[in-house]
């Protein structure tokens, strides 16, 4: 690394801890959690228990990213950026087989931004969450462990899937994670009906069906089933350019009391009751 790019980095440094800092000190606690929890996750902070579940849910992880095992789904979401597929394809699906190692590898939360959502349901401790997008139940498996660990709230996580939907069910029983149930099918048949199972929810990921117009559609859907204030988490924000108009519609919306950019994911703090229009860019990845 030449002078310049460390130069360039210690100054990148700076500027996010100074946003996180100044957001840490701020008087919302809403704010003030999520600003914690960022800390928390840069800081790779844990006490014995929350260390001993991300260590076993990594250890997992390891395990399935090992995995030859043939898994044939039917995909309805837009496959690819440069796929491009139509509505009409994502409705019938695409049939793919993969190995469950690769599936794993590839569609799977990565540990730091698993350990982020982790840290967010561990500092806001919400009753109700939604994931959108199970794949073999890594991600969901944080999100319950720290529901777990809360002492209180459940989640529903979607997966179009059945044979996908199979394996997260698999890894939340093996680890005996039974506040947080898989349900199967489209989103555009599944989402309403959870939502109003849960309702008010607290705290909603969307990690799926990686579309311009489904996005927004699934955001003001959710809108009129959550809490007065709650977290939304947007992930593969950059994805496409589709992905890219959709965060931006999102992010600048005039419910949103604040909006942060991670650069891969984004989060906004929804307010039913209007927002204060606040946008910062702390790019983790």
Request: charged residues 25%; hydrophobic residues 40%.
């Amino acid at each position: 690394m030449g002078l310049t790019t460390s130069i360039r980095q210690v100054r990148y440094w700076v500027k996010r801890d100074w946003a996180l800092s100044r957001f840490a000190a701020e008087e919302d606690p809403t704010i003030r959690a999520i600003a914690i929890a960022l800390q928390r996750t840069l800081a790779g902070e844990a006490n014995p228990l929350e260390r001993v579940w991300i260590e076993r849910l990594e250890l997992h992880r390891r395990e399935l990213e090992s995995s030859n095992e043939k898994i044939t789904r039917l995909d309805h979401g837009a496959g690819s950026p440069a796929e491009h597929r139509s509505p009409a394809e994502m409705a019938a699906g695409v049939l793919v087989e993969d190995s469950l190692g690769r599936i794993c590898r590839l569609a799977s939360k990565g540990p730091s931004w698993c350990t982020l959502l982790f840290r967010l349901v561990r500092g806001l401790r919400p009753d109700a969450c939604i994931e959108l997008g199970s794949c073999v139940g890594v991600s969901a498996s944080y999100l319950a462990a720290a529901l777990h660990l809360n002492g209180k709230g459940s989640l529903i996580t979607l997966e179009g899937a059945e044979s996908l939907a199979d394996k997260a069910r698999e890894t939340l029983y093996r680890h005996g994670l039974t506040n947080a149930e898989v349900v199967t099918g489209r989103f555009q048949e599944t989402f309403g009906p959870s939502l109003s199972r849960l309702a008010p929810v607290d705290f909603l990921f969307i990690d799926g069906h990686h579309e311009e117009q489904a996005t927004l559609t699934y955001f003001d859907q959710a809108r009129s089933f959550t809490s007065d204030r709650s977290l939304f988490v947007f992930d593969d924000i950059q994805w496409s350019d589709g992905m890219g108009r959709a965060w931006a519609a999102i992010s600048t919306d005039p419910s949103v009391d604040l909006a942060i950019d991670f650069g891969a994911m984004g989060l906004c703090l929804v307010n039913r009751r209007g927002g204060r229009h606040r946008l910062a860019k702390i790019p983790l990845n």
